[in-house]
């Protein structure tokens, strides 16, 4: 029986009381509110990125910009995945993640909701991005892939060239082909909206 009570007694004794530090916020008054110092520049690099993904920053908090072999406007070969051996132009080019898009190539099904009564749901096929390492620059001439190289012309611009045939990539014609294509796109989306 006295032990039972001493038992009790010393249960009693560490029985959590309503004014225990359990449930009440901690305090540290010691510590000063840090300040932030506003930079003056914003990011002005837009990134969209899932949740899921992780992206290598430098110390400015910037993304870390990786370097391509290819361009936007080049015409390419898939060279690995379900798309393997199809030939597209690289419509987008995502350089966080080294990522292109290829015109008609790696499309996905997407289902989209009706947004307004009188509009119907869809199914729509949408281009989703491939890795730069899974395309292989392609000669339209010749109708051969080939890897890139560089070289710098008498006039003293660098160019990029494919290895195989020797054809110059980076000439003005074909920016000037690729700029106009732009333009008319761009004419074509203000003229449906």
């Known amino acids: 029986m006295a032990a039972m009570a001493a038992l009790q007694s010393s249960m ?3 029985s959590i009381s309503s004014n225990s ?15 932030v110092k506003p930079t003056d520049k914003p990011c002005l690099i837009v990134v969209r990125l899932k949740r899921w993904e992780r992206k290598e920053c ?3 908090s910037l993304p870390v910009l990786h370097k391509m072999h290819v361009k ?14 199809k030939i597209g132009e690289i419509t987008k080019v ?10 008609d190539i790696n499309l996905k099904t997407k289902h989209v909701k009706k947004r307004e009564e009188e509009e119907q749901g869809q199914i ?25 190289g560089h070289k710098v012309l008498d006039d003293g611009t660098r160019v990029r ?3 195989k045939t020797g054809e110059i990539i980076d000439s003005a014609e074909n920016w000037k082909k690729l700029k ?14």
């Not at 936007?72 to 051996?85: S, Y």
Request: hydrophobic letters at 40%; charged letters at 20%; glycine letters at 4%.
């Open 21 to 35: 530090f359990f449930g009440q916020r901690l305090s540290f008054p010691s510590l000063s509110p840090i300040t």
């Open 161 to 163: 060239y494919l290895i």
């Open 12 to 14: 009693t004794s560490l």
């Open 180 to 193: 106009e294509a732009n333009r008319q796109e761009k004419t074509e989306v203000a003229t449906a909206a």
């Open 124 to 148: 729509i096929k949408i281009e989703a991005p491939i890795h730069s390492s899974n395309v292989m620059l392609y000669s339209k001439e010749m109708e051969v892939a080939s890897r890139v």
């Open 58 to 60: 430098k110390p400015n």
């Open 72 to 85: 936007a406007g080049d015409t390419v070969k898939v060279i690995a995945g379900c798309d393997k051996g």
């Open 94 to 103: 995502f350089r966080h993640n080294s990522t292109v898009m290829v015109k």
